[in-house]
């Protein structure tokens, strides 16, 4: 949004990422539905489910999550029949049973696109794509002439301990948490659930001493897939303290924002701001994060001030 936009070589850089998160999203279907002793929908299917499995994750760019385009058009109409497959249909319908990229199903419905021999990533595309955090990134830009400079650290628990590296002389933190992932658990440990994680590392970063007088913005992303979710699954099954109705988007987002608002053990403390967003709009987090820049710099005006 504040940065520069891809260019045309930015964009090509990430189709091996594509190819391997469609990839990738295939053989996490593949394996499911063995797993959840799904039936295929076309027995033949196997042969090209095994293809699939065999794919070797271990080449130098697969280890760097890329494939590059040769090696994804091989895989391509094994794809194809996988996705059309109802037993692999099936497993996509279950899939809050375990980890598959909420972009996954954007892709394996843009195969023919994706499989064109100019096929260039498209802006959509690249918000799409899934490339884990490691380590730390730092990004600067300007807003109406006000420098900013974000800090991105990895959510994996093996990048956390690093996180205090850059807590130096930090005036706002954004905490970001996807909002849809209340019925979801760990990849590290594939029994915590999701959402409970996110709040206990909030709760740990919002009553550290050394945040009492950092503005914090609580940012509860996904709006758009937890609208979906709260249609057919409800969150009471999985937060029985929940008491609204769980079909309710409204009362659902209540809930997540008081579950968050409960973890500050003080409560005089700076007020906790919120935003419900959606990362792949850029209207929408466009307008989120001009009331952001408004948050931070009014905040930090006024601590200057009181210096």
């Given amino acids: 949004i504040?940065?520069?936009?891809?260019?045309?070589?930015?964009?090509?850089?990430?189709?091996?990422?594509?190819?391997?998160?469609?990839?990738?999203?295939?053989?996490?279907l593949v394996d499911a539905?063995?797993?959840?002793?799904?039936?295929?929908?076309?027995?033949?299917?196997?042969?090209?489910?095994?293809?699939?499995?065999a794919f070797d994750t271990r080449s130098p760019m697969a280890a760097q999550g890329m494939v590059e385009t040769q090696v994804f058009l091989q895989y391509l109409p094994v794809i194809r029949a996988l996705w059309a497959d109802s037993g692999i249909q099936n497993a996509y319908d279950r899939r809050r049973e375990f980890q598959l990229g909420e972009s996954v199903k954007y892709f394996l419905d843009n195969l023919d696109k994706l499989g064109e021999a100019d096929y260039v990533p498209s802006q959509q595309d690249i918000l799409l794509a899934r490339r884990p955090t490691k380590g730390i990134?730092?990004?600067?830009f300007e807003i109406k002439n006000v420098p900013f400079k974000m800090v991105d650290v990895g959510g994996q628990r093996s990048e956390r301990k690093r996180w205090f590296e850059c807590f130096d002389s930090v005036t706002s933190i954004l905490f970001l948490v996807s909002s849809s992932e209340f019925d979801q658990v760990l990849m590290e440990d594939r029994l915590t659930n999701r959402l409970t994680e996110s709040l206990n590392i909030f709760e740990t970063i919002v009553n550290n001493r050394v945040f009492s007088n950092?503005?914090?913005?609580?940012?509860?992303?996904?709006?758009?897939?937890?609208?979906?979710?709260?249609?057919?699954?409800?969150i009471k099954d999985y937060f029985l303290e929940f008491e609204g109705d769980p079909h309710c988007l409204r009362d659902v987002q209540k809930f997540l924002v008081e579950c968050f608002r409960n973890k500050r053990r003080d409560q005089q403390q700076k007020p906790l701001y919120h935003h419900f967003t959606t990362a792949i709009n850029t209207e929408n987090i466009r307008l989120v994060f001009r009331d952001v820049k408004d948050t931070i710099l009014h905040d930090n005006l006024k601590q200057l001030m009181l210096q």
């Fill in 2 to 28: 504040h940065g520069q936009d891809f260019d045309q070589r930015a964009r090509e850089e990430f189709r091996p990422t594509i190819y391997s998160n469609v990839i990738k999203g295939m053989r996490v």
């Fill in 33 to 53: 539905r063995e797993k959840l002793h799904i039936p295929w929908g076309d027995n033949s299917n196997q042969a090209n489910g095994d293809k699939m499995m």
């Fill in 137 to 140: 990134h730092e990004y600067d």
């Fill in 214 to 234: 950092v503005s914090i913005i609580l940012f509860l992303n996904k709006t758009d897939l937890l609208e979906e979710k709260v249609q057919i699954v409800s």
